[in-house]
């Protein structure tokens, strides 16, 4: 069955702290691997897409990291600001609708 | 501006009742589709198109229904209500299979 897991469950830190979200998958067929940002009572939007031959990918503060072959991948939050707190999701591929996996995602809270 | 409108944004309704909940997109993308949150948990695809007339049920078994008339519109329905229903939906939509998801807001259903 194809899993996402992802850790920590729940993270606190203080303003302008850096901080880095863990995805652990087992899907196959691998297509891309996606992290979305989603506010609370709000729909997910889109982070970072990367394909099998990507191991890095940046957006803005927001840097994604794939290893494929241990697959793993850990989205790395810079200089922490309020308003990055939400929810951060880890969506695995396989190269259709019905093979998207979502994580459950990491609460991240930002305290001033 | 290109994006992705649900309505209502909420809806408190009694059971056995018909409900519509609406999705719009004004990006002209072919693919549409309909995930099911419940709070704190991983999103769950419950139906999809990939053009007019086209639709498939997702991973989830769900008691709901769609359509797709035109590209811009992906209502879901509910023909009778129950306590069970209540849940986030949220709507996306994509210009291509393996690209990234664009989310509508949601809809926060409560049956009671």
């Known amino acids: 069955k194809n899993q996402v897991e992802q850790s920590p469950q729940s993270l606190i830190i203080l303003e302008g702290k850096n901080c880095t979200l863990q995805c652990n998958y087992t899907v196959s067929p691998f297509s891309n691997l996606r992290w979305y940002k989603q506010d609370t009572g709000r729909g997910p939007v889109s982070l970072t897409i990367?394909?099998?031959?990507?191991n890095t990918k940046s957006n803005g503060r927001y840097t994604a990291t794939l290893d494929a072959d241990t697959k793993q991948s850990s989205l790395h939050i810079t200089a922490s600001q309020l308003s990055d707190s939400a929810s951060y999701i880890c969506?695995?591929?396989?190269?259709?609708?019905?093979?998207?996996?979502f994580g459950s995602g990491t609460q991240l809270t930002v305290l001033p | 501006e290109a994006d992705i409108y649900q309505t209502p944004r909420y809806l408190v309704i009694g059971t056995g009742k018909k409900i519509t909940l609406e999705c719009s997109q004004t990006m002209g993308h072919d693919k549409m589709y309909w995930y099911q949150q419940d709070p704190g948990m991983e999103l769950h695809l419950i139906h999809y198109s990939y053009g007019v007339n086209s639709t498939e049920k997702g991973d989830l078994s769900s008691e709901s229904t769609v359509s797709r008339i035109r590209t811009e519109h992906f209502p879901l329905t509910l023909e009778s209500a129950r306590p069970s229903h209540t849940s986030q939906y949220l709507c996306?939509?994509?210009?291509?299979?393996?690209?990234?998801?664009?989310f509508g807001s949601g809809t926060r259903l409560t049956v009671v």
């Open positions: 996306a939509s994509s210009e291509w299979r393996e690209g990234g998801y664009t």
């Open positions: 990367m394909t099998f031959s990507e």
């Open positions: 969506v695995v591929g396989s190269g259709s609708a019905r093979q998207l996996t």
